[in-house]
T-cell receptor, first 113, second 115 residues
């Protein structure tokens, strides 16, 4: 079946360092979405990427969608303690007809002051 | 309220019991989704409603799981003869439409513990 793999599982950084998480799908995606889940919380939508090669920025966060629409990345510049949480990518397969999200297992980010 | 709400927030039950989990989507959202999230994993799709009908229930693990949305708003996920392996956080999400690019907004989840 369709799978979305995410690496690394866990990342521990010092405040001010950069952080990147990578997402790879076994099939071509219609779009990819990124969510952030704080400890004890629920997934909160961050952004959606639709076009091949698309790059979007939100302040210190940069999101990329691969040319083949099978991989994506999230890069955080100069991490802060407020960035702590688990970052999930979620892909929508083609031909689903609706937004059936296939989630990766997430990357848990710990930021030490 | 402005967001998706779910009740109860926590549910502890014994193996073999029946449970119902409720989801109240954002007003006006036509699409509703149920996911299950086990510890250390991403949410796993269970079922999708468009209006009152279950358009895709391919993620339901077996026939002990059933969900309804009789009036196209509130949905109830029902689990019969609960097993310890059913313990997880059950998340509900809704979106205004059901297109591939429509953003899903998640509720806080119900943490189910089966003893």
């Amino acid at each position: 079946g369709q799978q979305v793999m995410q690496i690394p599982q866990y990342q521990h950084v010092q405040e001010g360092e950069d952080f990147t998480t990578y997402c790879n799908s076994s099939t071509t995606l219609s779009n990819i979405q990124w969510y952030k889940q704080r400890p004890g919380g629920h997934p909160v939508f961050l952004i959606q990427l639709v076009k091949s090669g698309e790059v979007k920025k939100q302040k210190r966060l940069t999101f990329q969608f691969g040319e083949a629409k099978k991989n994506s990345s999230l890069h955080i510049t100069a991490t802060q303690t407020t960035d702590v949480g688990t970052y999930f990518c979620a892909g929508t397969p083609f031909s689903g007809g609706y937004n059936k999200l296939i989630f990766g297992a997430g990357t848990r980010l710990a930021v030490h002051p | 309220g402005a967001g998706v709400s779910q009740t109860p927030s926590n549910k502890v039950t014994e193996k073999g019991k029946y449970v119902e989990l409720r989801c109240d989507p954002i007003s006006g959202h036509t699409a509703l989704y149920w996911y299950r999230q086990s510890l250390g994993q991403g949410p796993e799709f269970l079922i999708y409603f468009q209006g009152t009908g279950a358009a895709d229930d391919s993620g339901l693990p077996n026939d002990r799981f059933f969900a309804v949305r009789p009036e196209g708003s509130v949905s109830t996920l029902k689990i019969q003869r609960t097993e310890r392996g059913d313990s997880a956080v059950y998340l509900c999400a809704s979106s205004f439409l059901a297109g591939e690019s429509d953003t899903q907004y998640f509720g806080p989840g119900t943490r189910l513990t089966v003893l």
